[in-house]
């Protein structure tokens, strides 16, 4: 038997990144393509998720193609073949989930079922080696998550979004004040051109839903519905750029001290469960909107405060990749977690099926 470092292929289809990586066992990324998009969207201000399955279906194979280029490789190469099965877009995940059954079917190579939040969370151990036990924030489009990370597949949720995801409440605020889709990173690139960060906050005044309370748990509809007020309350006309500047700005100082505070939360939590870790264990940001920088900051200083290491992907692997995927991929294969081909697809997919449920569920 081959002592070579495993190779997996990776396909991500969820949402509306069409996306293919191959990595390698020792966490190099051997290619990684990330097709966006952005612009069969922008004029919906949105995710539609017809245009984004037609979308993947039209380029999945260009993708695969080229992945195995950018390697220099052929399918023969390939250990094992990962795929999203949820959650996510369902139409979406069955063309990426297909592509990759077609691949280990014809291939004859083991296919693996990811859950696509398992790929975000564990891209850490990709790009930082990171060890369990660690604490995980997922913020993204579709999810906001205070997770532990006992080990692979074994996850604690602490907190989870009572309403909505922050990168939702990120893209619909930017959305009302003209910012466009993606509304995160625009939001973001306009609240860095505020010229006065304190005279902002005291014109946009802005609630901290649950700020304060007990527990791990995050609302963010209040926020939105703050913003959708100012904006609307604005001067008739073309909206003024400074004010949505400083409206923009007032709204992400906002967002990280709820974030700050529930993550104190949950921290406090984390160590009272792992007291005696022989050295400092991971805090780790992972989702879309990790890729705010001044999240980033804010949930880097707390964490150097509570004495551990903060962990965040670069930026090309906070958004939906490949990467991640086949990385969770050939997590599983060195543990022989292999899936049948009648594995189905999950529109939803709990990290942590124990977690109680909502009541808006």
Known sequence: MSNAPKIVMGIETSCDETA??????DGEILSNLV?????????????????AARAHMDHIDTLIKGALNDANMTFKDLDAVAAT????????????????????????????????????????????????PFLVLLVSGGHTQIL???DIGKYQRLGTTLDDALGECFDKSAKLM?????GGPNLEKIAAKCKDSASACLKYPLPTPLKGRKGCDFSFSGLKTAMRNHVEALPEGDLDPNDIADL???????????????????????????PDLPKPSAFVVCGGVAANSHIRQILKDLTHTAKMDFMAPPMTLCSDNGAMIAWVGLEKLK??????????????????????KLRRQ
């Open 20 to 25: 293919v990586s191959i990595v390698r066992e």
């Open 35 to 51: 097709l966006s998009q952005i612009k069969e969207h922008k004029a919906f201000g949105g995710v539609v998720p017809e245009i």
């Open 85 to 132: 099965c949820g959650p996510g877009l369902i139409g979406g995940v069955m063309v990426g989930m297909m592509a990759g059954k077609a691949i280990a079917a014809s291939q004859n190579l083991p296919f693996i079922a990811v859950n696509h939040l398992e790929g975000h969370v564990l891209t850490a151990r990709l790009t930082h080696k990171a060890q369990f």
């Open 148 to 150: 532990i990370a006992h």
């Open 178 to 182: 003209g910012l466009g889709y993606p």
């Open 248 to 274: 923009a700005y007032a709204f992400q100082i906002t967002v990280g001290d709820v974030l700050k505070n529930r993550c104190q939360n949950a921290i406090s939590e984390f160590l009272s469960i792992y």
């Open 335 to 356: 543990l022989n977690e292999i899936d049948t081909l009648d594995v189905a697809a999950r529109p939803r997919w709990p990290l942590d099926p124990n977690a109680e």
